[in-house]
């Protein structure tokens, strides 16, 4: 019996100092039946020269102008064919395994809509310098979102079997945060989930977007949780969700951090029934950790 057939969408733009080795990694995966559709965004560099010199019959590469990022990856979910559908950055690595990994997970799993993997931080030369991961899967708590986003979005595949294609079509009002915003809506419906290992090696590099608009992204983040996962009347706490909402990326005091953390846990359940207590006080606790971590460490310097 042949293998499920997995999508692999790959949007790419200017990203001519990556590229081959992201499609190289996807074209060496253990497992064999990809349709590997490239979208070349009205790349101005070498990338377009790049995609065309790799041979693969799996690839499907399409160039057009430019229409951003979002209307991209709109356009490879609507050209998949797949049982699955994978995501992959244009700059970013896969471990030889990973796709055969989430797909012998999901035989197992089928309920799932959304599995991700754990992830190595790498730098501009391919350097690891973190990791995030568990030691078993995780079952994602829609109370996580609260602080930021838990999963990384090219490690995600998407279930097509549960989901509908028009259930993963990224909205246009969330420009750099289309992901987040997509995370949002699909919890309350599907069970979204992170495999414990590491399968992935995502590129931090100062053109990419999560280094070069953080405040955007915290603004947009609140939108997106108001719009899907906050109850009508607790929207006018907007202003305590983008304190909690990746605080690291703020300069909030701490005495405002905790008193925004008090207000948010009193309407908790109001706000969504789903949150969970247990988990928004281990979030909280950390948080409150991490700042005091931070805040001590400047005072010995």
Known sequence: MKDNLVSVIIPVYNAEEYIREAVESICRQTYPNLEIIIIDDGSTDKSLEILRSIQDPRIKLISRENKGLIAT???????????????????????????FEQIEFYKKNPSIGVLFTGIEYIDSKGNVFKKNFKSRYHKVDPTELLFGCPVCHPTAIFNMKALAKEDIIYDQNFKNTEDYELWTRLISRFEVGVLGKVLFKYRVHGKSITSSSNYFQREKAVEALAKNLISAKSKNNKDKFFIV????????????TIYAIFILFIYLKRMNAKFSYTTYIIKSYRLIERITFKRTEMKLR
């Open 73 to 99: 990856l709109n356009e490879g979910v609507t050209l998949s064919s797949g049982q699955y559908i994978a995501r992959m950055d244009a700059d970013d690595i896969c471990y030889p395994e990973r796709i």
């Open 245 to 256: 909402y990746n605080n690291h990326q703020g300069d909030h005091a701490l005495s405002q």
